[in-house]
C-alpha cells in the first residue's frame, strides 16, 4: 500500500457516501490532493473533528484500490482560534482558500503556494491585522507569484510614469489617461496598491480601513478571477468596509 505523510491547508470538505467525507488539501509536498476520509459525519469521528477548513494539519493517507487517498491520521498544526472567532476573518479565509482551490494544479507540488496559504491564516489568526484587505493583498502576492504582478509604476502599455488612471485586469496592469481601459483607478487606490506589493503590506494590514481598500479590494479580485478565469464565489462575501467618505 502507498502511504503519504505531509502536512496540507485544508481548502473546503463535502459530504460523500452516508458518513463519509472528501477533504481537499493542499500539501506542503504532493499539491492539491482530494482524500477520503472514512466515517467523518459521524458525531464522534475524531477525522471529521479535525479536517475543518481553513485549519493546518498534518495527514497520514494511505492509497486504497482506487486511486484515492484515504485519511488514516489527522493531527492539528494550527486550528487559528482568533481566525475561527471572527466572521469577517473566517470570510476572508474562505475567499483566500477558494482562490487556491481554482488554482488548476491537480497533483502538481508546490511548497510556495502551501507558504503563501499558511502565512496568510497566521496573518488572519492574528489579532494587530484587520482581516479586510488580507484577500486582496493574497491574491496580488499569488499574481506575482505566478509572474504576472500587475503593472504599477507606469503605464501597461505605453511606459508613461505618471499619471495613471485606470486598471484594466485584462491587460495587466495600471493605464494612463490616453490608454485608459477596464475601471477608473484613483491616486489613492494606485497608492494602496504599490504599498502592499512593496514590502508595506504589514503597515497596510494595521490600518482599519485605508482609503482606497474598497477599490484595491475590487481591482484585485478581478485580477486573479481573470488570471484563472472563473468566478469565484466567497471572495466576495466580505469587502473591507468602505473608508469614510
Ligand atoms: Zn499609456
Request: hydrophobic share 40%; proline share 5%; charged share 25%.
Amino acid at each position: 500500500m502507498n502511504e503519504l505523510v505531509d502536512d496540507a491547508i485544508v481548502l473546503r470538505t463535502y459530504p460523500s457516501g452516508e458518513a463519509d467525507r472528501i477533504a481537499v488539501l493542499w500539501t506542503r509536498e504532493h499539491g492539491k490532493l482530494r482524500v477520503l476520509a472514512k466515517g467523518a459525519r459521524k458525531t464522534t469521528s475524531r477525522l471529521g473533528g479535525s479536517l475543518e477548513t481553513l485549519a493546518h494539519v498534518g495527514v497520514d493517507l494511505v492509497q486504497g484500490r482506487g486511486e484515492r487517498y484515504i485519511v488514516r491520521h489527522v493531527v492539528h498544526r494550527e486550528r487559528y482560534a482568533t481566525l475561527r472567532g471572527d466572521y469577517d476573518r473566517i470570510a476572508a479565509g474562505y475567499a483566500v482558500v477558494e482562490v487556491v482551490d481554482a488554482i488548476p494544479a491537480e497533483d502538481v507540488a508546490d511548497e510556495g503556494i502551501f507558504e503563501l496559504v499558511r502565512r496568510v491564516l497566521t496573518t488572519l489568526d492574528d489579532p494587530s491585522y484587520h482581516p479586510g484587505l488580507v484577500p486582496a493583498s493574497f491574491f496580488l502576492r499569488l499574481l506575482a507569484y505566478d509572474g504576472s504582478a500587475p503593472v504599477l509604476d507606469a503605464c501597461v502599455n505605453c511606459g508613461r510614469p505618471e499619471p495613471l488612471v485606470a486598471f484594466d485586469a485584462a491587460i495587466g496592469g495600471a493605464l494612463c489617461s490616453q490608454c485608459r481601459s477596464g475601471r477608473p483607478l484613483s491616486s489613492d487606490a494606485l497608492g494602496l496598491m504599490r504599498r502592499i506589493a512593496g514590502g508595506e503590506l504589514a503597515a497596510v494590514l494595521r490600518t482599519a480601513s485605508p482609503v482606497g481598500a474598497g477599490e484595491v479590494a475590487a481591482l484585485a479580485h478581478e485580477a486573479i478571477e481573470m488570471h484563472f478565469g472563473r468566478r469565484l464565489r466567497a471572495s466576495r462575501v466580505a469587502p473591507p468596509s468602505s473608508p469614510g467618505r
